[in-house]
């Protein structure tokens, strides 16, 4: 849909920028972009077209609330890596991934009230004791013989010193500041190369009043981490999840629930995957990365054909480890991609569910952020995905463990504000809401490998956690039999 509305939009000579896609739809990107074309406009923002939609009413009726039946969902492929030409891996491409994820963080941040940033070759023209706004993206931090962190930023401008004095009212705690978050601060100019930090602060999200669609109760169902292939995949659990979603040996009370799941998000990790790890062979049911689909398809597609099935891949799926993650090919999974009802997409990828935008993610560079963030531990992996959220950044740290594809535009940047922001990879599930956005890591349906052993984290398995996309609440089935 996204790129049917790009060349529609290039017909009429109109340049618009993504954030614009979500405000169109099927009913109204044609009459939206005549009109902009009629008024001569050439660079079209979110705000033109809100401005038409509201003046002319075809908001409301694009928004109006939907019958119970009724699907409302748009999968926001502009958001999705799947597809898109990839550059070749040079410096500079490696340079437009970060200069893009500074401009977009930027963006936000500088549409906070209380930061009016400056070019930091400007800034260091101030003279002593200015007061100064910068963003800057952290290239090293340090303490000081004295004590004190020392933090030097970057811009496309020029690199700066801020050391940072007395912390205790500041929005972030400097210790949590990792290498390459791009950061506000406000300093106040000590040299030419040393300003003195007042405050620093992350590009966080917005307030934003969570508007729904859905004028009945109905559910997102959200599961993970499935493992098939593995001797720890817990088949005859998730064949239980399968026959309870097909209405058998369920209570009246869960019935009722059952009819109103139109929705169902995979999180990730599908399959165990072929060398993954060292010694994984002897872990695996079946060694051959096709055969693991193959069962993988055969379980998925007893779920009804009613609900919209959304799967991205994760670590141990069959596409590159590199972050952004694609869509898993067709090859793998060729009987799913001939469901209408089923939708592969990228790692991250976004999509609006009855009015409510999803963040879907695997996870990948939450284990990164353990141990370098206060507190943070993996029975709690929400507040990790918040640590993301915060920064705006599912990319938090340049050169530790997980890698990225240097292309021109970064996929990893939280551009717009989810209501639900969905992770696996953890193999434990948590849920918990910062702000208006439902923070939610699922559950796994494999038993504690070795490897989560010598690390002391018990995965929770076997649960399908149930979101209410009318009242946005959660409920938790779980599928685990205890005598096991
Ligand atoms: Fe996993
Ligand atoms: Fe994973």
């Given at each position: 849909m996204d790129s049917k509305i790009v060349c529609y939009a290039q017909e009429k000579n109109l340049i618009i920028s993504e954030d614009c896609l979500r405000l169109l739809n099927q009913n109204n990107y044609q009459r939206v972009l005549d009109k902009l074309a009629m008024e001569k406009k050439v660079f079209v923002c979110r705000d033109d077209i809100k401005k038409i939609l509201v003046t002319t009413n075809w908001l409301s009726e694009q928004d109006k609330p939907r019958g119970n039946g009724e699907k409302n969902f748009r999968i926001m492929?502009?958001?999705?890596?799947?597809g898109k030409t990839l550059s070749q891996g040079s410096v500079e491409d490696f340079l437009s991934l970060f200069l893009d994820k500074y401009s977009a963080i930027y963006d936000i941040l500088k549409r906070r009230e209380n930061l009016k940033p400056i070019p930091i070759d400007e800034a260091k023209k101030l003279g002593k004791n200015t007061e100064v706004d910068i963003v800057g993206m952290v290239f090293e931090k340090r303490v000081t013989k004295q004590g004190n962190i020392l933090i030097t930023v970057d811009d496309p401008t020029g690199r700066v010193n801020v050391v940072v004095?007395?912390?205790?009212?500041?929005?972030?705690?400097?210790?949590d500041v990792l290498l390459d978050n791009v950061i506000g601060i406000k300093c106040s100019v000590l040299s030419r190369e040393l300003f003195i930090a007042k405050d620093i602060m992350f590009a966080d999200l917005p307030y934003e009043k969570l508007v729904t669609t859905a004028e009945n109760d109905c559910y997102a169902a959200l599961i993970g981490?499935?493992?098939?292939?593995?001797?720890?995949?817990r088949e005859e659990e998730f064949n239980d999840f399968l026959d309870w979603l097909n209405?058998?040996?369920?209570s009246q009370e869960d019935l009722e629930i059952i009819s109103k799941i139109k929705y169902l998000i995979i999180a990730g990790d599908l399959v165990d995957g072929i060398?993954?790890?060292?010694?994984?062979y002897n872990e695996l049911?079946?060694?051959?990365i096709f055969e693991q689909y193959r069962c993988f398809e055969e379980l998925a597609l007893?779920?009804?054909?009613n609900i919209e099935v959304f799967l991205i891949p994760g670590?141990?799926?069959?596409?590159?480890?590199?972050?952004?993650q694609p869509a898993i090919a067709e090859k793998f999974l060729p009987n799913i991609y001939k469901k209408k009802n089923m939708h592969v997409l990228g790692s991250p990828s976004w999509v609006e569910i009855e009015g409510l935008l999803f963040l879907l993610y695997h996870g990948a560079t939450l284990h990164g952020i353990f141990g370098k963030?206060?507190?943070?531990?993996m029975d709690k992996p929400d507040l990790a995905q918040k640590e993301l959220l915060i920064r705006r950044?599912?990319?938090?740290?340049?050169?530790?463990k997980q890698t990225f594809v240097p292309i021109?535009?970064?996929?990893?940047?939280?551009r717009e504000t989810p209501a639900v922001f969905v992770c696996g990879h953890i193999h434990h599930h948590a849920y918990s809401r910062y702000k208006q956005c439902h923070l939610i890591s699922t559950s796994c349906?494999?038993?504690?490998?070795a490897y989560q052993e010598e690390l002391g984290h018990t995965p929770t398995v076997s649960k399908a956690i149930l979101f209410?996309?009318?009242?946005q609440s959660l409920h938790i089935k779980d599928f685990e039999r205890k005598n096991e």
């Open positions: 492929d502009a958001y999705d890596v799947t004095t007395d912390s205790k009212n500041y929005e972030v705690n400097p210790k981490d499935l493992h098939v292939g593995s001797k720890l995949f209405g058998m040996n369920a060398g993954i790890y060292p010694k994984q049911a079946i060694t051959d007893k779920i009804p054909d670590n141990h799926d069959a596409v590159r480890l590199s972050e952004p963030i206060n507190d943070l531990k950044d599912l990319m938090p740290e340049f050169g530790g021109e535009k970064n996929f990893m940047v939280i349906w494999q038993s504690m490998t209410n996309l009318k009242d």
